[in-house]
């Protein structure tokens, strides 16, 4: 034990005494763990962030829709070749499957300009078209006013539901019920404005929305080809029934024959969380191979560190040996120098973690989480890297001659 003190006191020691060449050394190690402790921050906040998200839309609702969803490159091309989803496809659906409750279809543009008389936003609003049961399958909630009715979506009237974020741009301190909005010239009235729901993954507001009836929405941006259907179970108990029912009822629909796949995509929030879940996990792996790489580089700033201190100190080795110490206690000490050298250096890279997790708290607006696995990983890592890179220094200060270590200066 006593043993184990003296050569903390000693690495420590060493380290206090050569600050600025010990953290160049470290730099390679500092980059690593800071890398590893942010992204899997960035990763558990967006996981948590995501599966909030989706429990948004209830536990018995899916999407399908004619394209596909996900990460990577996609043959749009293929997919463009499949046949269309339309509303009559949600009229048989209404009509035919008796799990589903409510059926909405949507289409959306991105990159809008909505103004009034005298104020308009960015290029950056999603205007969306909706049929009336889009309020019950989406997951958003009116704070004032109210959304279009039936009568209205099939009579295609002029109204508008907005999101918070168009509201505070176009209407600051003002009432915006009542008030008339231009969309490509054409005016619409605000009827409603949604609930804030914040951002999605912390990057795409999901208040920077209009909402439309479809068919108002069509004489804006034309005949919509393909529309997405959101579909809502009877019950969470029905969800998979509902599926199974909308899939065959499509396939024949879309005459599909019985060994080919389906020609549509149908996503349930579990698909969408293991979607981002594959996402994740490569960019788990990349991240460690970053922090490995590093670590490769930090070890062997550490190995040439630490023989540069064994034959500084050759003469103190030579008179430490010559006084009785044993091969094992100097082989102890110098292999607790390098870990704790490689250790200091993972704590300085789970502190510069944290703060850019932090940082990107503030920057994304979402909360990021450090799990506790990462950090003893990390430190885990490092403190292996001290041990493997040092034991070879440490070996050859435990061989040297005492008398041959004395006679150097």
């Known amino acids: ?57 209830g536990a018995n609702t899916f999407q399908v829709s004619k394209w596909p969803s996900g990460f990577g490159r996609v043959n749009w091309q293929k997919f463009a070749k499949r046949k269309d989803l339309t509303l009559d496809d949600l009229r048989a659906i209404q009509e035919s499957c008796p799990s589903v409750g409510v059926v909405s279809a ?28 889009y309020i ?18 099939v009579d295609g009237r002029q109204v508008a539901v907005l999101g918070l974020d168009v509201v505070e741009t176009l209407f600051p301190g ?27 993954l912390g990057m795409v507001s999901m208040d920077n ?26 019950s969470p108990e029905l969800l998979q029934k509902a599926q199974d029912e909308v899939s065959n009822l499509l396939r024949r629909r879309r005459d599909v024959p019985p060994l080919e796949p389906n020609d549509f995509e149908l996503r349930t929030n579990e698909s969408m969380t293991e979607t981002f879940n594959n996402l994740s996990k490569v960019i788990t792996v990349a991240s460690f191979g970053v922090c490995l790489l590093s670590l490769v580089v930090g070890g062997i700033g550490i190995l040439n560190i630490m023989l540069v201190s064994v034959t500084e100190r050759t003469k103190e080795i030579g008179i430490r040996k010559a006084l009785g110490a044993r091969k094992s206690r100097i082989l102890g000490q110098f292999a607790t120098e390098a870990v704790m050298l490689s250790l200091f250096g993972g704590a300085i890279g789970v502190g510069l973690g944290f ?3 932090f940082l990107a708290r503030w920057m994304l607006g979402f909360n990021t989480v450090v799990p506790g696995w990462a ?35």
Do not use: C
């Open 209 to 234: 929305v209009v909402i439309l009836p479809l068919r108002a929405y069509e004489t804006v941006y034309g005949d919509v080809r393909s529309v997405g259907l959101a579909v809502q179970a009877q």
């Open 136 to 153: 019950d399958t989406s997951g958003i909630n009116i704070a004032a006013g109210r959304f279009f009715g039936q009568v209205e979506a």
């Open 355 to 357: 703060g850019l997790a």
């Open 1 to 57: 034990m006593l043993a184990a003190v003296d050569n903390l006191r000693l690495a420590l020691g060493t380290f206090l005494g050569n600050p600025l060449r010990s953290l160049l050394t470290l730099l390679g190690i500092v980059i690593g763990v800071t890398t590893v402790i942010t992204m899997m921050a960035l990763i558990e906040g967006l996981r948590l962030k995501v599966n909030n998200d989706l429990s948004q839309l």
């Open 174 to 200: 003002m009432e915006p019920l009542g008030q008339e909005i231009r969309i490509k010239g054409r005016p619409f009235t605000v009827v409603g404005v949604l609930q804030r729901r914040g951002s999605f």
């Open 106 to 133: 949507a289409d959306t543009e991105g990159a809008q300009k909505i103004s009034t008389a005298s104020m308009e936003t960015r290029p950056s609003v999603r205007v969306t078209g909706a049929t009336s049961e």
């Open 375 to 409: 950090v003893a990983l990390s430190l885990g890592m490092s403190s292996g890297v001290g041990l493997v890179f040092g034991i070879y220094p440490a070996a050859r200060a435990a061989r040297l001659d005492p008398v041959e270590a004395m006679r150097s200066e």
